[in-house]
């Protein structure tokens, strides 16, 4: 199996979302789909000196309105900040989207959904077709990691080709697929390649990688049983590329 490897690593994008974060009045509510959203909009906070007043007013008036999440991690971030989740048990952006259309009227005040530079274009374009507005604002983007060959390359050196890699990104896929393919060599064809959610396999089945299970939801138990079903015995549990 392949050790966790970090590809890719978020950086911060100009803090334009505290402008919106400051008037809650004039949206219905939040979207996040990843943690690092979450973990960007609050480093906007600290940045712009605005966490006190997040603190003491903007906290509540946010929280009376709907905070729409991706999963248990994102889930727990925002709460740490203050804020009520909803959709949580939603495994991918599809079904938080159907989610959300089940529970929003159209022509509403818009949801407010910091992102980051490669969100897919699932969700959005759900909501559009259904008449619920959207105010995207870019809070992040991902960048190769410093030492991803490296730390591939380590791993390859004392393991050996691993008997699976799962890409828990389309980005994380973009930047460390070609070190995979130089490092394993002849032997590329063997690894089974398991992907985190439907956006990730999608952009696997693109780029010619055959995905052998895609995690029913985004959480080590379902990638672990994903995996079970294609691995070996003797090779049950993995964990993959980030």
């Given at each position: 199996?392949?050790?966790?490897?970090?590809l890719?690593?978020?950086?911060?994008?100009?803090?334009?979302?505290?402008?919106?974060?400051?008037h809650?009045?004039?949206?219905?509510?939040?979207?996040?789909?990843?943690?690092?959203?979450?973990?960007?909009?609050?480093?906007?906070?600290e940045?712009?000196?605005?966490?006190?007043?997040?603190?003491?007013?903007?906290?509540?008036?946010?929280?009376?309105?709907?905070?729409?999440?991706?999963?248990?991690?994102?889930?727990c971030?925002?709460?740490?900040?203050?804020?009520?989740?909803?959709?949580?048990?939603?495994?991918?952006?599809?079904?938080?989207?159907?989610?959300?259309?089940?529970?929003?009227?159209?022509?509403?005040?818009?949801?407010?959904?910091?992102?980051?530079?490669?969100?897919?274009?699932?969700?959005?374009?759900?909501?559009?077709?259904?008449?619920?507005?959207?105010?995207?604002?870019?809070?992040?983007?991902?960048?190769?990691?410093?030492?991803?060959?490296?730390?591939?390359?380590?791993?390859?050196?004392?393991?050996?080709?691993?008997?699976?890699?799962?890409?828990?990104?389309?980005?994380?896929?973009?930047?460390?697929?070609?070190?995979?393919?130089?490092?394993?060599?002849?032997?590329?064809?063997?690894?089974?390649?398991?992907?985190?959610?439907p956006?990730?396999?999608?952009?696997?089945?693109?780029?010619?990688i055959?995905?052998?299970?895609?995690?029913?939801?985004p959480?080590?138990?379902?990638?672990?049983?994903?995996?079970?079903?294609?691995?070996?015995?003797?090779?049950?549990?993995?964990?993959?590329?980030?």
């Open positions: 199996m392949l050790g966790k490897c970090v890719t690593r978020p950086t911060l994008m100009r803090c334009l979302v505290c402008g919106q974060l400051s809650p009045e004039a949206y219905g509510g939040l979207i996040f789909t990843s943690p690092r959203a979450v973990e960007a909009v609050e480093l906007c906070l940045r712009d000196n605005k966490l006190e007043v997040w603190k003491k007013s903007l906290k509540e008036k946010w929280h009376v309105k709907p905070a729409y999440v991706v999963g248990q991690a994102t889930a971030l925002v709460r740490k900040i203050g804020l009520a989740t909803e959709g949580e048990k939603c495994g991918n952006g599809e079904k938080l989207a159907e989610y959300i259309c089940s529970r929003e009227k159209p022509e509403t005040l818009p949801l407010l959904f910091p992102c980051g530079t490669l969100k897919g274009e699932t969700l959005p374009k759900m909501l559009r077709q259904k008449g619920i507005p959207l105010e995207s604002i870019t809070v992040y983007q991902k960048i190769q990691h410093p030492g991803i060959r490296d730390s591939l390359k380590n791993y390859f050196s004392s393991q050996g080709v691993p008997a699976s890699v799962t890409f828990f990104s389309p980005s994380g896929l973009t930047h460390g697929l070609s070190y995979i393919q130089e490092l394993s060599g002849d032997s590329f064809d063997q690894i089974k390649f398991a992907a985190i959610g956006t990730t396999a999608r952009a696997m089945a693109s780029a010619g055959p995905v052998s299970c895609t995690a029913e939801r959480c080590p138990h379902d990638l672990a049983a994903g995996l079970q079903k294609v691995l070996r015995p003797e090779s049950l549990s993995c964990s993959g590329a980030a």
